[in-house]
């Protein structure tokens, strides 16, 4: 089994993919048809190897970090969500609601970037 693949995309496909990945993909077309002798290309595809799935397991972390992120927010908007129970139809302050809207609006951004943090992995 040989460590040389065309464009990279394992653990994930091209999403997971970081742009170091790329950079290795990129490496390994380049020195591919080098005349290296054995030991060297499997000590270089090794190498090559860790590096690239150490990069894939940063990109992992960051996006699982930044969807627990969105989430920490979402929780805390929601405490001040809570105040919507104590509102009633005859709130003499319309902008209150306003303002309650603009929470959902925050709650649904951040829900949205949780999500695209979680469909990269």
Not at 46 to 61: K, P, S
Not at 62 to 88: C, N, Q, V
């Amino acid at each position: 089994m040989t460590a040389w693949h065309d464009g990279d995309q394992g653990f994930g496909g091209e999403a997971a993919a970081s742009s170091a990945s790329q950079l290795i993909g990129r490496l390994r077309r380049v020195l591919r048809p080098e005349e290296l002798n054995c030991d060297c290309r499997e000590t270089l595809n090794g190498a090559l190897a860790r590096f690239d799935e150490q990069e894939r397991r940063r990109e992992v972390r960051r996006r699982l970090a930044a969807a627990r992120e969105h989430k920490e927010r979402i929780t805390s908007i929601l405490h001040f969500l809570s105040e919507l129970d104590a509102l009633t139809e005859a709130e003499s302050d319309r902008t209150v609601f306003e303002e309650f809207a603009l929470l959902f609006v925050e709650i649904a951004r951040s829900g949205e970037a949780a999500v695209s943090a979680l469909r990269g992995l």
